[in-house]
């Protein structure tokens, strides 16, 4: 096809002044006209500049000259490459753009202000009131009530010293409430956690065997992860969080919440020997084997449906006037191993292990269960932090829990975030800041220094029925019916991680959901949308036919719009998939008997950047159009993907007058110039029209 001059056309939008029968003749004569050439032939383009501008003229004449050529799609100023790269890894890894505040602000406003960022407490603490200390007063105490015999249950459920549990709700709690953003999450261990603890390093060390092993590897673990979560922060690497999406954590939760109550299994039914293993065929295998070895369940099994530490205080009194655990009832060991003693946290950092076999262990359970943990936290606290109208940084509260299990691996506990149910309850109960951790905390403390004892003849089975109780508000029946009305993949990757746990276990479903994820990630990349646009009517905009059915089609001309940046993992694709659209369009038009195809448009609106196999990508396009008879033009270019297409040369082959600024434009000049200029004859009747 020859080389074309500039097209001559004006905007499709009408003018202000136009009275409304004469803006709906002039679309009609732009978009419609009643004549339209047949076939993919070749035609006849001005070809002197004097014919050109006399073409532009004619069509200024039909415009009441009031509009004039195209507005020219601008090629940004070259950046120098220092410039580009700051600005790229500022959006990247700084995108809420924290240094903001420091801007213009003296050293020691400076230094206030870095306080302030890592320990929030010094930013709110001189506005404390009392008012504020009376409703975290009621929170803390409430929340209290429920951490005590949560911690001693899910310490239990990692296979720890039930002890540990009211470590861990002692000085993480405290770490939180200066360094947390958040007004609401209440902190402490959580189960999913605990359970993934158990099993992760259940594969390697017997809890049973070598009890003082598996504890040293469970410290490790926590400081691990501590240094993971607050690496991810200082290093604003939150967004890896991320791939977790709700569908996956809807779908974890919910199975890790089915195999915590499986394992509960043991204390309700009191079986002695009972599997180690998490998946749903172990534990039933290990439940029917030992039928005969079930105890009868103690009398007054109905205290653990009242609240937690109702239950415990009741179930244990109970089993102390009638020394029940004479009698088979299996009650709870504070002190499993000998440097646990009453009191505070004892200092644990000379228990921590980096050596091997066992280091990569406890690497690979402080990743896995930190991630896992800052997404849980995260996401609680973003959740009721939108409840109340403030914000929190992510970034912020990733260092806040890694630093609190850092300083807690060193202080005799373990994993430690912001439980849904504790949260939940503190903020029912009216807190007003972080200080409800303090007071959960203080009464912690005065449990760990004075009530440690009462605790001994407390019953498993209230334990159990504690966890159980807990477990079952994870199991989200509702969000998961939710996702299947919405979205039928994330339903896939829900369930995938529901199997997964329940069915092998709590490692194998969690790699399963995120490969599911980041799988459907890559799809979104490599297999983008792309449409085709028609002109809405008694206007200029172009939309998608499929969403907008009233949207009509330009005849000789296909509108194209590629609905994502073009990379190497989707150039090819995209290739093919123009191509189709170009042959579905043909053989439509061809059976319709309608004007034949003259002109491929390619809406860029929706790319945000191009890389060199995606300019390859266009050009390839292009030399399909060209041997096909075919005009390929680009509209709406973004600022990077016209620097680069300049830059590569391709506005220079594909020719500047072919880059328009809308779609509209583009389509008036496509239609302006394929109903101004005759076909050539041609003169060989067999030209390959098949070429590709």
Known sequence: MPHLPQPPFHSLTPTAHQSPNTQKKKLSTKLFPLVFCMGNADYVYPSTSDEAEAAAAECNNNDNNNSSHSHKVAIPPPQPFVKSLKYNLKETFFPDDPLRQFKNQSPPRKLLLGLQYFFPILEWGPRYS???????????????????????????????????????????????????????????????????????????????ENPQLYLHLAFTATFFAGLFQAALGLF??????????????????????TVVILQQLKGILGLDHFTHATDLVSVMRSVFSQTHQSKKRPKFFWVSALAPLTSVILGSLLVYFTHAEKHGVQVLLLWQIGQLKKGLNPLSFGDLVFVSPYLSTAIKTGIVTGVIALAEGIAVGRSFAMFKNYHIDGNKEMIAIGTMNVVGSLTSCYLTTGPFSRSAVNFNAGCKTAVS???????????????????????????????????????????????????????????????????????????????????????????????????????????????????????????????????????????????????????????????????????????????TSGISMLEEVKKVTDRRGLKLALANPGAEVTKKLNKAKFIDNLGPEWIFLTVGEAVGACNYMLHSYKPAVNDDPHKDESAV
């Open 130 to 208: 009392l008012d504020f200390f009376k409703a975290d007063l009621i929170s803390g105490v409430t929340i209290a009530s429920l951490a005590i015999p949560q911690g001693i249950s899910y310490a239990k459920l990692a296979n720890l010293p039930p002890i540990l549990g009211l470590y861990s709700s002692f000085v993480p709690a405290l770490v939180y409430a200066m360094m947390g953003s958040s007004r609401d999450l209440a902190v402490g261990t959580v189960a999913v956690a605990s359970l993934l603890t158990a099993s992760m390093l259940g594969s390697q060390v017997s809890a049973a």
């Open 236 to 257: 604003r690497l939150g967004f890896i969080v991320d791939f977790l999406s709700h569908a996956t954590i809807v779908g974890f939760m919910a199975g890790a919440a």
């Open 437 to 611: 951790n303090i007071v959960m905390a203080l009464a912690v403390m005065l449990t760990l220094l004075f009530l440690t004892p009462l605790f001994h003849y407390t019953p498993l089975v209230v334990l159990s029925s504690i966890i159980i109780s807990a477990m079952l508000g994870l199991i989200d029946v509702e969000a998961a019916l939710h996702l299947w009305s919405i979205d039928k993949f994330d339903f896939l990757v829900c369930i995938s991680a529901y199997a997964g746990v329940v069915f092998a276990s709590v490692e194998i479903g969690l790699v399963l959901a995120v490969g599911i994820s980041v799988l459907r990630v890559l799809l979104f990349v490599a297999r983008p949308k792309t449409f085709i646009l028609g002109n809405v009517s008694n206007s200029g905009i172009y939309r998608n036919v499929e969403q907008y059915p009233n949207a009509a089609t330009v005849p000789g001309v296909l509108v194209l719009e590629i609905d994502a940046p073009i990379y190497f993992a989707n150039s090819s694709y995209l290739r093919e998939r123009i191509g189709r659209w170009i042959d579905d369009e043909e053989e439509r038009l061809k059976i319709s008997g309608e004007a034949s195809l003259q002109y491929v448009i390619l809406d860029m609106g929706a790319v945000g950047n191009i890389d």
